[in-house]
């Protein structure tokens, strides 16, 4: 009556808010989600989801599938990378989240390399700013940038690499407005702020050498939920903002930024792997992916910034301001 075909998409339907979202999930059109459910309740005799306009909610009967479908289908995948690792092949479904713009310039040409050389990985990659609301049971492996404000115990923590935040200003916008000497400077000062993580995106905080803490509510005149447009703005010389360093070192060593109160750090961004659960941790795929990260890590493409041909040189010092 079931085979892994249908567990495989009930789980996911399970998984999603919705079943235009499981659509997505899925690469199908909403319909034909419709269609399948419907025809699997047929088969089943039983009735599995409840829709209504706030989404979708499981039955008892839904609740059973799901959960024993996931057992089912972990025992399998269990199975099969035994057998493969007992022959050294790496095979299986990957399923990876990682931030927009890291994901776009770090994370997806590892994927690529990664899938030349282990043609039995399939591997979906979502970017997407909003990790915390994506579940986890839809992913194998996270990529975050950042702090993580709440520990979650079914998820294991590996780190990847060091990146730090940093204060910066174009050379222009500097011409017409003084570089702040204190934080409480920047009320002062046209600031852009990068809505992310559902953070508050206009308080800033700053720790100084002797270790004080100083927080400032900036008057963010423009804000945006994408990193490039952000760095674009403050490129363009409107404006103050904070970036990662992995985001604008380029632009700090090439004088198009100007790294501003050097005498402050902000909050570390780290460069984190978030693992789904234990037995995914454990699967070949994602240990060998893993490794493929921190490879690409060493030296820090931000740090020691590689040459056309992909050796890696001297980035010299980030301009200070």
Sequence with gaps: MLDTDDLRFFVAVAASPS???????????????????????????????????????????????????????????????????????????????????????????????????HPGVRIDLLLSDRLGRIPSETWDLAIHVGEIREATPSLTVRALAPNERILCASPAYLTRHPAPRRPAELRDHTCIALRENDEDVTLWRFRAVDGAEERVRVDAGLVSNDGDVVRGWALAGLGVIVRSEWDVADDLRAGRLTRLLEGYALPSAPVVALLGSERRSRAARTERFLEALRRSFDPLPWRAPRDPDGVARDPGPLRPG
Excluded: C, K, W, Y
Excluded at 105 to 115: D, I, K, L, S
């Design 19 to 117: 079943l235009a979202a499981a659509a997505r999930s899925l690469n199908v059109s909403p319909p034909a989600v419709t269609q399948r459910l419907r025809g699997l309740e047929t088969r089943l005799r039983v009735h599995l989801v409840d829709r209504s306009g706030r989404g979708l909610t499981l039955t008892d009967e839904g609740e059973l599938l799901a959960e024993r479908g996931r057992d089912l289908l972990g025992a399998f995948d269990d199975l099969n990378d035994a057998l493969a690792e007992r022959v050294g092949a790496v095979t299986g479904h990957l399923r990876i989240v990682a931030p927009l713009g890291f994901g776009r310039r770090h994370v997806a040409p590892v994927v690529a390399a990664f899938r030349t050389r």
